[in-house]
Structures are given as C-alpha cells and as structure tokens.
C-alpha cells in the first residue's frame, strides 16, 4: 500500500514507521497518491499563532477572547481537552480551566500569518480557495509534473513548511471532492493528514451522523431529525424528490452529500456577494451580556473571512430568530466598506439596540454584503467616532510594517502581559 512520511517525505510501501527516519508520522491509502482536492485547516490557529509569539506559551492552556464580550473566540488544544470550545461563555471555559491563559485577539497579526501561509498555498497551485483566514480548499488536479511528486508529497511539504518557517501547524484533508476533503481534515487533529478514497466513500459515510455535513446547523439537524434522519444511512432511504419536497433546495444537496457527490470546483475567483455568521443557541436568550459576546465573535468571523479574501462591504446586516422563529432582519449601509471586526461589531451592536424588548433569540447573526475589493476601505473615519479612524490606521500600518519587517517588528502593549 503506498505510504508517506510526513517528516522526511519518503515514499515507502506501507508500514508503521518511516524507513528513512524511523517516524511514526506515517499516511498509508491505496489511493494516497491518486487523489488531488485538498482542505487545509490550521490547527487553533490564533492560539497558535500566540504560542509562537510567546513560547513561554507553549505548554499552558490559552484561551483567545474574554475581555466585556466574554465569549471564547478559539482555545488551544490543551484547553480544548479539558472541555473548552469557541462560543462558549467566558465564565464556563475558566471554570473548566482556571489556570488558562486569556489572550485578547490581535486580527491584524493573524491577518499577515494568514497570508504568508496563501503565499505558500500559491505556489503549489492557482486553484486556492480560502473559507477564513485559517483554512482554504486547494486543488493540485494536473500538478504531479510541475512540482514532480503527487499532490500528497506537496500537501505533507506545505504543512511541514508552516511548521519550520511560520511556528503554526495544519491539517490536511485529501479525497476526490470538496465536501470529502473537508470531512477528512477533521479526522486527524491537529497536525494530520488524513484520505478518504473514492472506493471507500459509501461505507465511510453509510453510519456517520448528518452533522457531518458542512452548513448543516442546529435548526437543519432538529428538522432532519423530525424526519427520522440522523446518520447517511437514512437519508440513502429517502428518493430525492422527497427530500426536495421536504427540505427545499437543501434536499437536493442532501441526495448528492449522502452519496459522496460534489461537483463544485475548487475555484479562487469565485464571485462572493456576502459574508456572514450565525449560531443557534442552546436555550433561547435575551440576556444582553451573551448576545453581545456572541454578536463579536461573529463580527470577528465575518471581518476574518473578509480579510482573507481581500474583500471588505458596504452593507451590514442583523440576524435574529425569536423563540417562537419568527425572524428579524435589520440591515445599515455605510458610509465606506469595511473589513474591521471593531467597526461590524459597533454597527450591529447598534442594530441589536434597535429591537430592544423583542427577546428571547434562539438565534443570531452578522453578515456583510455589497462586496468590494478591500483597497479604499476604512479610510475615512466616523465623525461620531473620532477614535475609529485611528483604530483603523494603527491596523494598517501594522500590517504593513509586520509585512516587511516580520510579526515581531511592533507589539502591542497588550501582547506584553
């Protein structure tokens, strides 16, 4: 069976440990070297980043987030074993792990690794496709005589390249189609690689469950479940104009997802029209500390999103569902697009004011839309807001100074805690 060592990059036939040196870091598949779509997840990646920063970090639980929003916007894997998880409230992740250390975000650092990292992408294949600032789809179809191994020697090289050159790991998912790739990804975590073959693919997925599925939230999975689906397996039971009857356009994705199909391409100019984030809620709420906590987290995520696709909006908008699923939309045009978390936080903040006394949520979400290229951005600054300006060009020139003169060029005083 053709194997890989992730360490030295030896081709062997299949076996526990590298031949070469002696790693146990080893990838077997029988299709390892036929397979070509990739997903690159990096693993806690602002976490990591931090650690990299600090490396009296190393071995200490590191939470990223807190401060008045007190929501976790990620955790290292040491504070992920004891229980903690992004979104969770602030108060719960210290009481699992009291002894963590609380990091404010720093976007604009993250923002530079993260583009280092696309560089690197970039120069194994044109086709990268980035989701956020820490994962993308890459597709290396047709590039095995440019760089003269498989695609899966080049994937083991770029995250071993991450590790040496970038202090910050990765997980690799390989397979046949994006959906696939991006199963895989998260089956090794962190610092993985993992395949799943297009031979495989109906018995991997027959009994797992349909949370699986990239997109599929908690309201989609209470109504899957209303219809008795729960794993594959069922939903391989349903023809397909009943599902496109039950669950709309989604059924139709459903048919294809249950049986391994996915046609999108791996395409880096796709057109993007909005970016957003949403979360449901365990129990419904309407306390505002929490809706605010999340309300900037996923402001976080949307202006990461936009970041890594060097895009930024004019346009941001409110999600809300009731308890009763009502929902409410609320939307602002802006002045200037943007791309700051600071700035999609203060304007939905001031849209969650507006429906004041409409409470308890059960779900919440930021979305940015009226996309255009992040050139001109956030330049002009709020008359209302004489700090946001300088907010803004304290981001840039940090960017830029990081950019020629590495992360460690300018600190802030925070970073120094």
Known sequence: MPALCRDCLTRFDAGPRCPSCRSPRVTSHPELFDLSIAHMDCDAFYASVEKREDPSLADKPVIIGGGRRGVVSTACYIARIRGVRSAMPMFKALALCPDAVVLKPRMDLYVQVSRQIRA??????????????????LDLTGTARLHGAPPA???ARLVRRMRSELGVTGSIGLSHNKFLAKVASDLDKPH????IGATETDDFLRDKPVGLIWGVGQATRTALDAAGIRTFADL?????QDLIARFGSMGNRLWHLARGQDARRVS????VKSISNETTFSEDTGATDILDGHLWRLAEKVSDRAKAKRLAGRVVTLKLKRADHAGLTRRIALRDATQL??????????????????APYRLIGVGLSELVPEE???????????NAARRSG?????????ARFGPGAILKGRSLR
């Open 376 to 386: 001109g951005a956030d330049l002009s600054g709020d008359l209302l807001d004489p």
């Open 192 to 195: 993985g690689f993992a395949v």
């Open 153 to 155: 020697v080049m994937l």
């Open 268 to 271: 880096a100019n796709a057109p």
């Open 341 to 358: 978390a600071d700035t999609i936080y203060r304007t939905a903040r001031a849209l969650l004011d507006q429906v004041e006394g409409q």
């Open 394 to 402: 304290a981001e840039r020139a940090t960017d830029l100074i990081r």
């Open 236 to 240: 391989l039971r349903w023809e397909r």
């Open 120 to 137: 690197m992408m970039e120069e194994l294949t044109p086709a990268v496709e980035p989701l956020s600032l820490d994962e993308a789809f």
